[in-house]
């Protein structure tokens, strides 16, 4: 079993959708949670970190159940400039390395 | 201020050669990390340094990778020989503490 795992996509979504993407964590000693971007070809990028009474940047709400084990990312009014591959990142207690899901793929479409 | 930068972006290389690769972390970040995504995976992490330190090196895949960060500043990864399975995109990334990592462009390497 992956210690992160999330749903590759693709989600192919409308101009102005609401989408919701989850990811999954194995390992209860996980301490830190983040949502990166990635664009084709290019580096992951920090979209925001995901905080225990959940955190909100303009368009998108992070969310994270501890007890399910479960991180969420809400993208409200979805523009064309939000294609990309979300990567679901967790580090674990007492360490710095981040441990990757394989990333949801997102395509707004006009 | 300038971001991590990794050259070379690109390498073509063939089975059993040698390979190197450099990462210039932002300035005054003390962490500095490896990682690689083979095509198809999720990135996976290789090591942390802090300073000149190895800080954890448990993700190195064997004794054909050697990472080095003498003074602290850059740091190269080398392989060799190098094997088919080695291709991938190698990601460097620095950062102040444990919070956000910040990424290099990446090393596409291909193994022929």
């Known amino acids: 079993r992956k210690e992160v795992e999330q749903d590759p996509g693709p989600f192919n979504v409308p101009e102005g959708a609401t989408v919701a993407f989850n990811c999954t964590y194995s390992?209860?000693?996980?301490?830190?949670f983040f949502w990166y971007r990635q664009d084709c070809r290019k580096e992951p990028k920090l979209l925001m970190s995901?905080?225990?009474s959940g955190n909100e940047d303009g368009r998108f709400t992070a969310q994270l159940n501890r007890a399910s084990q479960y991180i969420s990312l809400l993208i409200r009014d979805s523009k064309l400039s939000d294609s990309a591959t979300y990567l679901c990142v967790v580090t674990l207690s007492g360490t710095y390395k981040y441990i990757f899901g394989t990333g949801t793929r997102l395509k707004v479409l006009a | 201020e300038a971001g991590v930068t990794q050259f070379p972006s690109h390498s073509v290389i063939e089975k059993g050669q040698t390979v190197t690769l450099r990462c210039d972390p932002i300035s005054g970040h003390d962490n500095l990390y490896w990682y690689r995504r083979v095509m198809g995976k999720e990135i996976k992490f290789l090591l942390h340094f802090v300073k000149e330190s190895k800080q954890d090196e448990s993700g190195m895949p064997n004794n054909r990778f050697l990472a080095e960060r003498t003074g602290g500043t850059y740091s190269t990864l080398k392989v060799q020989p190098a094997e088919l399975e080695d291709s991938g995109v190698y990601f460097c990334?620095?950062?102040?503490?444990?919070?956000?990592?910040?990424f290099g462009p990446g090393t596409r390497l291909t193994v022929l």
């Open positions: 995901v905080y225990s």
């Open positions: 990334a620095s950062s102040q503490d444990i919070l956000e990592q910040f």
């Open positions: 390992n209860s000693a996980s301490q830190s």
